[in-house]
């Protein structure tokens, strides 16, 4: 339950339409209460009497209450759609705020499906919590002390039904939810893999149709669907069987109070009037233990929602501004001081070890090496996507954690290996590297990115509308925009995780000589191609996630077995 409370904590700006919808419920419940009283005074002294004054008054009586009723009712209604909207509007936002915060390697936790089921599915159950569990959990009760000391005070000998019907029904309810509670964890954790396995199919749909893998997915679809569909059938099935049980307890209920209420009407101490509001009390008493159960069953769910949100909030960030951050980067010096890392604690090899490398403010540096030698790796920890696990990393001459996150990563610019692009237009997309870049800036960046040759031919230019992804684009329309936009920060430093593979020989040398006219700007260039790096100022070899060599072009051909061999294999296809 804690996980509950702590979810329902975002409820704090709505706490008034909350508390209105309880108060409203409070009173409609009362006036529906209120109405077997006047029907048994209608039975009992109007009709025995024939006083017609009389049934008339009792009626406009129920009238009024059945009114009130109705208005407190679509009150409740307005007001429990104003809680459990804002409501989850906040859970929403302050997680996806949450989100924001994480590093790299927080990231590493949880799936994307995961993710985007947590706070669209499981935020639609704490929803429905509120919208379908206020009224039951409020009127429930409500009803059942109301109704019991009505019943009680009505006839205490026939309300002695009760004390024996209950806890039957307690037993039946502790059941039921002792069987459902883990099965609505396993629902939603059902409910991430579909999420990702059309969230996969969807994103590489080209290359689904490429290798006519269309019925692999679907059988991979199908099976994560049948898993979703075999564990909701479980649930449903355990859950269901509340409404037969209940169904049982009542109809034995009013059969047992017929019986002995039949008894008391021939003995003389009952009337035909009191039986019958105490029947519709009993209605009242038992349907109010059907809607305590169903809250019971949507709290069993909700606690499984709950807790998955809360890992949310709960996975502390691994990234963190010191105290008193440094806010101005004063160049683009690093160093590598014997940093070793890895992705995780428990991980029994580093990722990079011992690294130990000094690159001077404006200098090229390109960084080449096999597949899986951690290049990407080395140039991530400079902007702290992830943190080195031992020794330090610099930046102008101070340790990147005495930086402030928002300052570092402001003067660190970054092409990822993966391209990454928005829905929206090419002008949107650039801004993203600065949001108060002039016209001029823009087209300044594109032509250093070579970004303007193929703009141009575009009918709406930089207004151009990308799809998600750009998908629209080639893949080295997509390099180069991402190039530009990262020069409109007009970064200290600039790195290119292989960001110019899809682009050729002549436009790459171009997009070079652009940059070698910023002499202040850090260039670090990861490639596959030593035509990408050959005019560096110095080149780092890695092999294996350690420093294998560092050069110049000429020396590292001369000194370096492994550049050699890579230079020599790649000679051929210049």
Request: glycine letters at 8%; aromatic letters at 8%.
């Amino acid at each position: 339950m804690q996980d509950l409370k702590r979810v329902f904590t975002h409820l704090g700006p709505f706490k008034k339409e909350f508390i209105l919808s309880i108060l409203f419920i409070i009173a409609e419940t009362g006036f529906e209460l209120t109405i077997p009283l006047i029907m048994a005074d209608i039975i009992d002294v109007g009709v025995q009497t024939r006083d017609i004054h009389y049934i008339c008054m009792k009626g406009v009586q129920m009238g009024f209450c059945a009114l009130f009723s109705l208005i407190t009712g679509l009150l409740y209604a307005r007001y429990a759609a104003r809680a459990a909207l804002g409501f989850g509007s906040g859970v929403r936002e302050a997680e996806f705020s949450r989100i924001q915060s994480y590093s790299f390697a927080n990231l590493d936790h949880f799936s994307t499906s995961s993710l985007i089921t947590r706070m669209t599915t499981d935020i639609t159950v704490m929803q429905n919590a509120i919208t379908g569990g206020i009224r039951p959990m409020v009127r429930g009760p409500v009803m059942l002390i109301m109704g019991l000391f009505l019943a009680f005070w009505m006839n205490a000998a026939l309300a002695l039904v009760f004390v024996i019907c209950t806890p039957v029904l307690a037993c039946i309810l502790f059941f039921i939810v002792r069987k459902v509670a883990p099965l609505y964890g396993k629902l939603q954790v059902c409910m991430d893999r579909v999420n990702a396995a059309i969230q996969e199919n969807l994103t590489a749909i080209r290359a689904v149709k490429a290798f006519v893998r269309e019925e692999y997915e679907e059988e991979v679809f199908e099976k994560a669907n049948r898993d979703l569909a075999d564990t909701s059938r479980t649930t449903f099935h355990f859950a269901v069987l509340n409404l037969p049980a209940f169904q049982l307890t009542m109809y034995t209920s009013i059969v047992l109070i017929l019986w002995f209420g039949g008894g008391f009407i021939q003995a003389g101490s009952m009337q035909v009037g009191e039986l019958t509001g105490f029947l519709s009390y009993v209605l009242q008493i038992v349907n109010s233990l059907m809607m305590i159960s169903n809250v019971f069953l949507m709290l069993t769910r909700s606690l499984a929602s709950a807790r998955r949100i809360n890992q949310v909030f709960d996975e502390t960030s691994t990234l963190s501004d010191p105290e008193n951050p440094c806010q101005v980067i004063p160049d683009g010096q690093i160093d590598f001081d014997h940093v070793s890392f890895k992705y995780k604690k428990e991980a029994k090899e580093y990722t990079l070890s011992d690294i130990d490398l000094h690159i001077e403010a404006g200098e090229t540096v390109g960084i080449i090496g096999g597949t899986g030698s951690s290049k990407s790796t080395l140039v991530q920890l400079i902007p702290r996507l992830y943190d080195a696990t031992s020794g330090s990393v610099r930046v102008g001459g101070r340790d990147v954690r005495s930086y402030s996150l928002e300052a570092l990563r402001d003067g660190v610019g970054i092409v990822l290996q993966k391209n990454v692009l928005f829905s929206g237009t090419i002008r949107e997309n650039l801004l993203w590297g600065n949001p108060r870049a002039t016209e001029a800036e823009l087209q300044a960046a594109c032509r250093a990115a070579c970004a303007d040759e193929f703009i141009r031919t575009l009918p709406e230019g930089l207004d151009t509308r990308l799809d998600q992804g750009g998908v629209n684009l080639s893949g080295g329309q997509r390099q180069r925009l991402c190039i530009a936009r990262a020069l409109l920060k007009r970064p200290k430093i600039l790195i290119f995780d292989d960001s110019t593979s899809a682009v050729d020989t002549a436009t790459e040398s171009r997009i070079r000589e652009a940059l070698e006219a910023i002499p202040s700007m850090t260039k670090l260039v990861i490639a596959q191609r030593i035509l990408s790096v050959m005019h560096a100022d110095k080149i780092v070899i890695l092999d294996d996630g350690r420093i294998h060599a560092v050069g110049t072009h000429q020396s590292l051909l001369a000194e370096s077995p492994i550049y050699r061999e890579i230079y020599e294999s790649q000679k051929g296809g210049r």
